[in-house]
């Protein structure tokens, strides 16, 4: 069974008409995290896997800024393979034939989630996956 993520990107200003941009991507699989991650949580563990070379779209946000960092916490362990700073209510939005490269650089085995925000972030992440060879 295949799975169907729609990506809408639109711009609007008022007293013009709305340009919206939709793309359909399709694949056997996807995987998902929601969580609310309290404020004043430094390196909140998340299992979560993702092939980066079966990545098809990937859709991360959050209502509060956070930093997500890839395979290691950082600080005093090894280094992050990927740090993204979400800022609130930006999600981060990618495809696979964007212009730019994919945020993830190498596979996804856990996040670590900080939120010094003030508030409990509500994180949400989608990604599409192609588990075909």
């Given amino acids: 069974m295949s799975v169907t993520h729609r990506q809408s990107r639109c711009w609007s200003r008022e007293g013009q008409a709305s340009l919206t941009y939709d793309k359909d991507f399709t694949a056997e699989s996807d995987v998902g995290l929601s969580v609310a991650v309290v404020d004043a949580t430094a390196d909140e563990e998340h299992l979560l896997a993702i092939d980066v070379s079966q990545l098809k779209s990937l859709f991360i946000a959050s209502d509060q800024d956070v930093t997500i960092e890839t395979n290691n916490p950082g600080g005093a362990s090894a280094a992050a393979d990927d740090v993204l700073d979400l800022k609130a209510d930006q999600p981060l939005i990618w495809a696979e034939d964007d212009e730019w490269a994919c945020p993830l650089t190498v596979d996804v085995t856990k996040l670590w989630i ?18 075909t060879p």
């Fill in 114 to 131: 900080t939120n010094a925000s003030g508030s409990t972030a509500n994180v949400e992440l989608r990604a599409l996956i192609d588990s």
